[in-house]
């Protein structure tokens, strides 16, 4: 079955030149951001790892259309309790386009949609002949809603929610939400002119 995080990417990269451009230059500033991370989905895997729990750092500047992020999200998984599965901890790197910014408040409270690219790694704690790899490696899928309240001149509290396919053996979905805070700042004109 054609998993729905991969089904809605395809969907809107069609849509991606219909798109109108960023309100802001591309590339002129850059928000670097921390959050927490909390699994809440509800999938076969959770009948072997417990949902986990972790941290993410994204930066994220505007693009010509859209916002593009880099982030990096570190997990640790442990087994249930009535499972011989060993714990794992994971790092999923990313690479992000968010598609759609509304303004919902005065400036002070956006909300935005868009959909992630990437790779996890997992890595097991106990013997891997419990699970055949010490160490595995996937592509990933996610599409995301994120809400950020500007509070200062230029912090934001941020959450999100991220609904992802892990194309294992046997995909795995599940949903992340995430809280935490950013920062943006201006663009260093080196960096913005490597980027252009």
Request: with cysteine; charged share 15%.
């Amino acid at each position: 079955m054609f998993p729905p995080s991969c089904a809605l990417l395809v969907m809107l990269v069609a849509l991606a030149p219909a798109l109108p451009a960023s309100a802001t230059e591309p590339f002129d500033s850059l928000e670097v951001g921390v959050l927490g991370v909390a699994d809440v989905g509800s999938s076969e895997y959770h009948d072997y790892w417990q949902q986990g729990r972790g941290a993410e750092l994204f930066a994220q500047t505007p693009f010509y259309s859209g916002s593009m992020r880099l982030g990096l999200r570190y997990l640790i998984n442990d087994s249930q309790p009535d499972q011989t599965v060993p714990d794992s901890k994971s790092i999923y790197i990313y690479l992000g386009w968010s598609m759609f910014e509304y303004e919902i408040w005065r400036e002070h409270l956006i909300a935005e949609l868009g959909l992630g690219v990437g790779m996890n790694q997992w890595r097991f704690s106990a013997d891997p002949s419990q699970t055949g790899n010490e160490n595995e490696m996937e592509a990933a899928t996610e599409v995301y809603g994120r809400a950020r309240y500007i509070f200062a001149q230029r912090w934001s509290l941020n959450t999100s929610v991220r609904y992802q396919t892990l194309y294992t053996r046997r995909s795995i979905n599940t949903v992340f939400v995430t809280l935490g805070l950013s920062r943006a700042f201006s663009m260093p004109g080196w960096l913005k002119g490597f980027l252009e």
